[in-house]
Each structure stands twice: as C-alpha cells, then as structure tokens.
C-alpha cells in the first residue's frame, strides 16, 4: 500500500457511500498489522479486510470518514448492537500520520449526533486495554469504562438535546 500523506487543509469528512468498499479496504490495509489487531482484536487476514469492507459500506451502519485527495485516512462506524437495540457500537481507525491531529474527536461526534438521530439511548466503544490512543479518545467522552471479559467497553451517553460533548 502507498503512503499518502495527511494533510489538514485538505481535509473532509463524510459518509461512506456503496461504493466506496474498495477505498475503505485500502485505508484499513494501510494501518500497521498491530493497529489492525488493536481495531478488530486479532490478526485479521487481507481477505477479511475485504469483506468488512463490503459489508460496511452495504449493511446500513454508519461510517464517517474523512477523506484527504480521496484516499480514506480516518473512518468511524456505527452500528446497532443486535442483542440490545437502544444500544450502538462504535469502531474507529485512523492511520498513523493522521492521529493526533483532532480527528477521531471530530469522527466521535459526528457519530454521537448519527446516533441521536438514529434514536440510540447510548453508544458503546469496545477496545483492548493496550490500546492507547483508542483509550485516550474513548475517555473523554465516556460517562463511565467498565471491564468485561478483558476488554474495555466506554460507555457514552447520547444527548436528547442534540448538543455533543
């Protein structure tokens, strides 16, 4: 995979549309192998990569990206937890370069206000405990972390009001 570069000028967020699979496969390729068991919990093969990909971008969940010279460098999803319908699950990944730079943030809040809008009464960020900056994120906008099973859940509540933290 090219590294691109992450430029903040050039810089947008949107949503990933049914055609973008292949974009979407390419950014989650070029995390590093360990950022890639840090977003999904395992090593993940290519093939897997691909069919997530397919999915996201097909099976009505929520994903926001941001785009830069239309590579997808950062991307948010969405989705209800099957089980517990008042509930959405949330999956972030951002490439490298681009971390740090505001990013994620920006991706939370637009899928805190999706989530509103979608009527979940609150948003769960699933993640492994080594997973700094994923930790980092997820605690400012948590109302509580809770531990199961050797995972942290963030708990995130979604404001009536439409106002995002």
């Known amino acids: ?52 990909a397919g999915a996201a971008s097909a099976d009505g969940r929520i994903v926001a990206i941001c785009e830069d010279e239309g590579f997808i460098r950062a991307a948010g999803e969405l989705l209800p937890d099957p089980e517990r319908p008042e509930v959405g699950e949330l999956a972030f990944s951002v490439e490298k370069d681009c971390q740090r730079q505001g990013i994620g ?16 009464e609150r948003l769960e960020l699933e993640l492994l405990p080594e997973n700094k900056s994923m930790l980092s994120l997820a605690q400012r906008f948590a109302e509580r972390m809770e531990t199961r099973g050797g995972h942290l859940f963030a708990v995130i509540p979604v404001p009536r009001d439409g106002a995002t933290p």
Request: charged share 35%; proline share 7%; net charge negative.
């Open 105 to 120: 943030g920006a991706l939370m809040r637009e899928l805190i206000e999706a989530g509103a809008r979608a009527g979940f």
């Open 1 to 52: 995979m090219p590294k691109v570069p992450c430029a903040e000028a050039r810089r947008r967020f949107t949503r990933l549309g049914p055609d973008d699979a292949d974009r979407y496969a390419d950014h989650l390729l070029r995390l590093p192998d360990e950022d890639r068991r840090l977003r999904f919990f395992d090593e993940t093969p290519e093939f897997l990569i691909q069919l997530h």
